[in-house]
């Protein structure tokens, strides 16, 4: 007797609401599909950390994984549908996930360490977000690799050499575990691209070692565009050992101190210097690098005896504000320092010269160092520079106001 054909599969049918609802996510997850693809492809080949690695591994699983239930669903009347490869991309996604979600720095600060991360307000530690699962360096380096498609500033040349200068620094880091198990604060960064909170009221603090009892000159840190690296830190924890000073970096937004309430949480920052023990009030520096300088100009022109001195380091200066009278006023006869490199092809350096000349003429104390053959990166390019030139000017201001 011959057998029976075979009957097609039965069906369950759905729902409208379900069906525009399947219908969306499958459009979303095409729309997603080439982004995260990129994403995760890159990451595999440019990883710099076992995290970095497995993160682009679960990203390429997770992608794969409604593909192959698709496939599998798709399967021809009367063959048995394959789910084995679903299966081993979902396995390996959480194998990967587990992984990376065991290695994630707690955020929190080792007992005894100098360097700090401090979430007073509502915003708090994010550890599982995939922002912190994902190591900063990788981060970093993937995101400069990705630079010349959504900067044109930046070519494949320029990219390679930022990787160049930035890299060994975050290397460095590395092995230094108290500033490893803070974790980082990028994803804020990524959110407010997003709309998300301008103010996270975080920031990372270092004090070096001391004698005791001995208050500290600070400085006042403002990040550029993008986040809050742990890299800006790094950088200027060689100064603060130096110099005895202390060093405060907050987090703001995108790195856009115009944005409202930056100048606002400028002074809350600089409020809670100046309420630190460890801290002296009145010798607290203010530095802007790139974006930064636009939070340097605002704060500088609305408290400018809060402040010592002020440092635009490759920063954006903006001179109707330092041709207003409130700033002129404010600091003639005081200290500005301008760090700028004579390439810089964002912020040219006939604009810092002629706001250089310009508050020079109104009696403000300018300096300005040129670095000849340095662009807009000449922070991480020229670090020990940096470094020293900054030292050898608060050096000399502390010198004239111990004179007073």
Not at 241 to 252: G, L, N, Q, S, W
Not at 337 to 346: P, S, T, V
Request: proline letters at 6%.
């Amino acid at each position: 007797m011959d057998d029976p054909p075979p009957q097609p599969r039965a069906g369950r049918r759905r729902s409208p609401p379900l069906r525009i609802l399947l219908g969306l996510l499958w459009a979303t997850y095409g729309i997603c599909l080439p982004f995260v693809l990129l994403f995760s492809v890159l990451l595999l080949l440019f990883f710099e950390t076992l995290s970095g690695f497995l993160c682009g591994v679960a990203l390429l699983a997770a992608l794969v994984l409604p593909l192959a239930v698709l496939i599998a669903r798709a399967a021809p009347a009367g063959k048995p549908r394959n789910y084995r490869p679903a299966q081993i991309m979902g396995v390996l996604f959480v194998m990967c996930l587990t992984v990376v979600v065991l290695l994630a720095p707690p955020g929190t600060t080792r007992p005894g360490s100098r360097v700090t991360s401090h979430f007073p307000g509502p915003a708090s530690f994010a550890r599982y977000s995939f922002w912190n699962l994902l190591p900063e360096i990788d981060q970093v380096k993937l995101g400069v690799v990705m630079a010349p498609m959504y900067d044109q500033l930046v070519d494949s040349d320029e990219a390679r050499h930022i990787r160049q200068i930035t890299m060994p620094i975050y290397r460095e880091m590395q092995g230094d575990p108290d500033f490893m198990s803070m974790g980082s604060v990028c994803n804020y960064a990524w959110g407010a691209l997003f709309g998300g909170a301008y103010e996270t009221g975080h920031y990372y603090r270092y004090v070096p070692e001391h004698e005791a009892g001995r208050r500290l000159p600070v400085i006042l840190f403002l990040q550029g565009a993008t986040a809050n690296f742990k890299s800006y830190l790094w950088v200027l924890k060689s100064l603060a050992d130096r110099e005895k000073c202390a060093v405060v970096c907050p987090t703001f937004d995108f790195g856009d101190w115009s944005q409202p309430g930056g100048t606002e949480a400028i002074e809350r920052m600089r409020a809670v210097c100046a309420a630190d023990h460890e801290f002296d009030a009145s010798r607290i520096y203010l530095i802007g690098l790139s974006n930064g300088g636009l939070g340097v100009s605002r704060a500088g022109q609305a408290t400018p005896q809060a402040y010592a001195g002020l440092v635009y380091l490759s920063g954006i200066t903006e001179s109707p504000l330092l041709s207003d009278s409130r700033f002129i006023d404010g600091w003639r006869g005081r200290d500005v320092l301008f760090l700028h490199g004579a390439k810089d092809d964002r912020i040219a350096m006939t604009s810092i010269e002629s706001d250089v000349w310009l508050i020079e003429q109104k009696g403000v104390r300018v300096r300005l160092i040129r670095y000849e053959d340095e662009d807009h990166f000449l922070f991480f390019s020229q670090r020990e520079r940096v470094v020293g030139d900054l030292a050898g000017w608060m050096e000399d201001v502390e010198k004239r106001t111990r004179g007073k």
